[in-house]
């Protein structure tokens, strides 16, 4: 699976942003090392507001998981 | 249901106020269901008021606190409480993070990133002295995360379910140091429904009336409940890529036949909407 890969800095204009009237941005950190920030597919193809276009362009890379904690 | 308000119904003349309010909200974020929906949404709302086909005697309507059946196609439409539907975290809209694939079947989680909010707080929005119940209708069989759920801290204590996580799957009651562990074979929504039926753990704790637990040590975890993942202490943690089309989170589960009649209306309303 690819996901969009971002700076420190790209992730905090992300963060809290709507990308649909519904849905907000939500960067997590992969299971690399060291990890990534990262946002998925979904975020960048169904973003429809023009300020953040520019998601279009982030590198991508295949989804490491990182290790889910135990509940 | 009453003879005279069948009749009204069967003519067409009437709908249930709150179903309209609800169809209403649906068309307002985007999306005017068809008259066949109308009626399934109708027929929603009269069984869960003990006033339908498929319920006829039990009215749980005051006892649901949110009613979701993820449906209309949309982050929008499908993050609507229907039986409070307005856009306000007060009235608990869904509101959605990350990564998910929303349509009219229901919404679907990517398993990395992909949470709900559903602005809901046990420890202040439920019931203390009530044995109350969260219901999750997946609708894919995948191995990973956790379906609903939030806890204070990180030996169980709160409330979660999840269809298959690490191999077993899982309910937990709304309240203290008690969970249920399911069969270890995973098999699809409805049979995960049966089974937990079966063996008299249908997604909560039976037969327990909750007493006053202080937040952070209580059942009622002082946490938002999420959706497709678990609020993990304060943090969405193991994201979940389960579908699912319907949940309810209820304050009192009451006794061991309102699960059952609560799937019966859940399979009802999912059919009638043709999904």
């Known amino acids: 699976m690819i996901v969009y890969v971002l700076t420190e800095a790209e992730k905090d204009l992300l963060v809290g942003q709507f990308f649909t009237p519904n849905d907000k941005f939500n960067p997590v950190l992969d299971g690399d090392t060291p990890p990534d920030w990262i946002i998925s597919e979904q975020e960048v193809e169904q973003n429809q507001y023009e300020e953040f276009n520019w998601v279009k362009n982030l590198p991508t890379k295949n989804w490491i998981p990182p290790t889910p904690p135990n509940p | ?275």
């Open chain 2, 1 to 275: 249901m009453s003879n005279r308000y069948a009749t009204i119904l069967a003519l067409g003349s009437s709908i249930d106020p709150d179903a309209q309010a609800y169809i209403t909200a649906l068309t307002t974020q985007g999306y005017t269901p068809t008259a066949g929906e109308k009626n399934g949404i109708n027929g929603l709302f009269l069984n869960l008021k003990g006033a339908g086909s498929v319920n006829s005697t039990d009215n749980m309507y005051a006892d649901l606190k949110i009613v979701r059946p993820y449906f209309g196609g949309s982050a929008s439409t499908n993050g609507l409480n229907a039986i409070a539907p307005t856009t306000s975290p007060a009235n608990f809209y869904g509101t959605f993070f990350g990564g998910w694939v929303h349509t009219n079947a229901g919404s679907d989680p990517n398993g990395i990133n992909g949470y709900m909010s559903n602005n809901f707080i046990p420890s202040v929005n439920m019931s203390s002295n009530t044995n109350g119940g969260i219901f999750c209708n997946v609708i894919q069989n995948t191995d990973v995360g956790m379906d609903i759920g939030c806890q204070t801290f990180t030996n169980f204590t709160g409330l979660l379910i999840a269809s298959n996580f690490f191999g077993t799957r899982y309910s937990r009651a709304l309240t203290t140091n008690q969970f249920s562990v399911a069969p270890s074979s995973p098999t699809n929504a409805a049979a995960f429904w049966g089974s937990l039926q079966i063996l008299g753990q249908p997604y909560f704790q039976q037969n327990t009336i909750l007493t006053p637990f202080s937040a952070g040590t209580s059942g009622r975890p002082d946490r938002d409940l999420l959706s497709g993942a678990i609020n993990s202490n304060g943090s969405p943690a193991n994201y979940t890529n389960r579908a699912r089309n319907f949940e309810v989170v209820l304050n009192d589960v009451r006794d061991t036949n309102r699960p059952l009649i609560l799937k019966q209306i859940v399979d009802a309303f999912n059919t009638a909407v043709g999904r």
